[in-house]
């Protein structure tokens, strides 16, 4: 059986639009940040238990603790977001600027 060639496309991206580019980012950085922010409150929660308990009021540890990782899982995500959305649109208008200068990034693309 003989092998047929696909044909093989070369472009340039000249332009990335800075929207886009800002959400996404700003997305992909508030999932980092719900992760990080789980992590640390599970390991509040934990510490502010074992502090409970060394002080003998276990239940006041960890309504502390809970309170601290509530307040981590909505607090990390939001920080990260907003900084992954403002880099995103830096890292595209930097990009868009430079890209006139010294020409885009080169893709070569395969017809399926």
């Known amino acids: 059986m003989a092998k047929i060639k696909k044909a093989m496309s070369t472009y340039v991206v000249k332009k990335i ?23 640390w409150a599970l390991l509040a929660l934990l510490a502010a238990t074992v502090l409970g308990t060394a002080v003998r009021q276990p239940g006041l540890g960890a309504s502390i603790g809970g309170l601290l990782g509530l307040a981590m899982i ?6 990260y ?31 399926k």
Request: proline share 2%; aromatic share 12%; hydrophobic share 55%.
């Open 17 to 39: 639009d800075v929207l886009s580019t800002a959400k996404l980012y700003g997305v992909m950085m508030g999932l980092i940040g719900l992760v990080i922010g789980i992590i």
């Open 74 to 79: 909505i607090f990390f995500p939001l920080v």
């Open 81 to 111: 977001g907003g900084i992954g959305f403002v880099a995103g649109a830096l890292g595209a208008i930097g990009y868009n600027f430079i890209s006139g200068f010294v020409g885009g990034i080169e893709l070569e693309l395969e017809q």
